[in-house]
């Protein structure tokens, strides 16, 4: 089974420039995350979504930070402008939804860097 | 609110000692606790976790977990380590209390450097 599958893994932009992060999650997982980790620390939650619909976006950033997820399977998030302070890792990760339980997996990240 | 403490930044391990990462939480209602495994620019990859049931959780690569009500606590452990177990690990904690919200809350992670 495929994991959770994102690109690019890298992405290099000057500041004020757009960005664009893409996830699909494993095939049948109808929750999806976007997280942010800052070097040396643990992953915070960014958004949540069930399926199409945003369930917790109360840590997005809106004033720069977008998202979504068409169909409800492959999501997106978007920094237009970027700042420096965004550079860091975007992690996203899924999980079937199925139960309060439910473990997340995640992939493998995109690491921005601002200059 | 919930949250969770790694209160080591580093762990040494010399290869073939038992190894032992820790991890305290708190929450309001009962916990749901899982461990992580972050290798260099890779993502997190699951190890275990505890829902409910059995104290001690045994999960992938050999690591277990022992989760402790009394000291809120759910160290990671290993018998034996291994070279290839040099990583980054991320306790993370879910609070049943907040049932709805599936928010995962992560400590600051544990850097184990195992040596040969």
């Known amino acids: 089974e495929a994991g959770v599958v994102q690109s690019p893994r890298y992405k290099i932009i000057e500041k004020k420039q757009p960005v664009a992060f893409w996830c699909n999650p494993i095939?049948?997982?109808?929750?999806l995350y976007w997280y942010l980790q800052n070097l040396g620390q643990g992953p915070e939650l960014l958004i949540r979504?069930?399926?199409?619909?945003?369930?917790?976006d109360s840590q997005l950033p809106k004033d720069r930070f977008s998202a979504e997820r068409l169909k409800g399977v492959d999501s997106t998030l978007k920094i237009q402008p970027a700042e420096l302070g965004d550079s860091a890792v975007y992690l996203c990760?899924?999980?079937?939804?199925?139960?309060?339980?439910?473990?997340?997996?995640f992939g493998p990240g995109t690491r921005l860097t601002v200059l | 609110a919930q949250s969770v403490a790694q209160p080591e930044d580093q762990v040494n391990v010399a290869e073939g000692n038992p190894l032992t990462v820790k991890c305290t939480y708190s929450?309001?209602?009962?916990?749901?606790l899982f461990w992580y495994v972050q290798y260099p620019n890779r993502g997190l990859q699951f190890l275990l976790k505890?829902?409910?049931?059995?104290?001690l959780v045994k999960g992938s690569y050999g690591f277990e977990a022992e989760f402790n009500k009394s000291q809120t606590s759910f160290h990671l452990k290993k018998p034996s380590a291994l070279v290839s177990d040099s990583a980054l690990y991320f306790c993370?904690?879910?609070?049943?209390?907040?049932?709805?919200?599936?928010?995962?809350?992560f400590g600051t992670g544990t850097r184990l450097t195992i040596i040969p």
């Open positions: 990760a899924s999980s079937s939804g199925q139960t309060f339980t439910d473990t997340q997996y």
């Open positions: 095939s049948g997982h109808n929750t």
């Open positions: 979504y069930e399926n199409e619909e945003a369930v917790d």
């Open positions: 929450v309001s209602g009962n916990p749901y």
């Open positions: 505890y829902i409910t049931g059995d104290n």
């Open positions: 993370a904690v879910r609070d049943e209390a907040n049932f709805g919200n599936e928010k995962l809350t």
